[in-house]
C-alpha cells in the first residue's frame, strides 16, 4: 500500500518556468483501494528539476475541506518543496505556515491559480479574490526554473483539465 503513496508527476513538456500565472481545473478523491489517510491529494507542481525529485508544489487535500475536525480543515492547502521541505517537514518546523483551510470537497472541480514572482507565490481557489495560501519563501529561490508538472498521490483518482501556463 505504501508503495501506491509515491507522488506522481506528469511533465508538461516544453515550457521552461521560472515566474508567472498557473491555472487548472482539477478534482481529486481516495481510490477505492486508498488507505484511511488518504485525502485524493492533488496539485500542480513547478520549477521541476531534470531528477523529477526537485520541485515546489501547491496541492490540495479535497476530503479536508469539509471534515467535521477543525485541524483537518486547516490542513486543506499546502505548499511543499522536495525532497527537503515535504508537508511533514514543513509542519514540524512552522506549524501552520504552509497550510491552510480552503472550502473544497472531493470529486468535484476547482479551480486553481498560482501566481508565482521569484521567491513569492500564491494559491487562488474557485477564482477567490484573495489568496488561499501565501509563501514568501519559495523554497527553490528567486531565480530557480524547471518544468510544471500536474501532481498527484499515488492513492489518488486525479483529473486535471485547462491548463494555462503564463511564463513572465
Do not use: M
Not at 515566474?19 to 521541476?48: N, Q, W, Y
Amino acid at each position: 500500500a505504501e508503495a501506491g503513496r509515491r507522488d506522481h508527476l506528469a511533465l508538461v513538456e516544453g515550457v521552461e518556468f521560472s515566474s508567472g500565472t498557473i491555472e487548472v481545473d482539477l478534482a481529486g478523491e481516495p481510490g477505492a483501494a486508498a488507505a484511511g489517510g488518504a485525502r485524493g491529494f492533488v496539485g500542480v507542481a513547478f520549477r521541476v528539476q531534470p531528477d523529477r525529485r526537485t520541485y515546489d508544489c501547491f496541492y490540495l487535500r479535497p476530503t479536508n475541506g469539509r471534515a467535521d475536525d477543525q485541524e483537518r480543515r486547516n490542513h486543506t492547502a499546502q505548499y511543499i518543496s522536495h525532497p527537503e521541505h515535504t508537508w511533514f517537514a514543513l509542519r514540524e518546523k512552522t506549524p501552520s505556515r504552509y497550510e491552510s483551510y480552503v472550502d473544497i470537497v472531493p470529486a468535484e472541480w476547482i479551480h486553481l491559480k498560482i501566481e508565482i514572482d521569484g521567491a513569492r507565490a500564491r494559491l487562488y481557489v474557485n477564482h477567490s479574490a484573495q489568496p488561499a495560501l501565501i509563501v514568501n519563501d519559495v523554497k527553490s529561490g528567486p531565480a530557480a526554473r524547471g518544468l510544471v508538472a500536474l501532481w498527484f498521490e499515488g492513492s489518488t483518482i486525479a483529473h486535471f483539465a485547462n491548463l494555462r501556463i503564463t511564463p513572465r
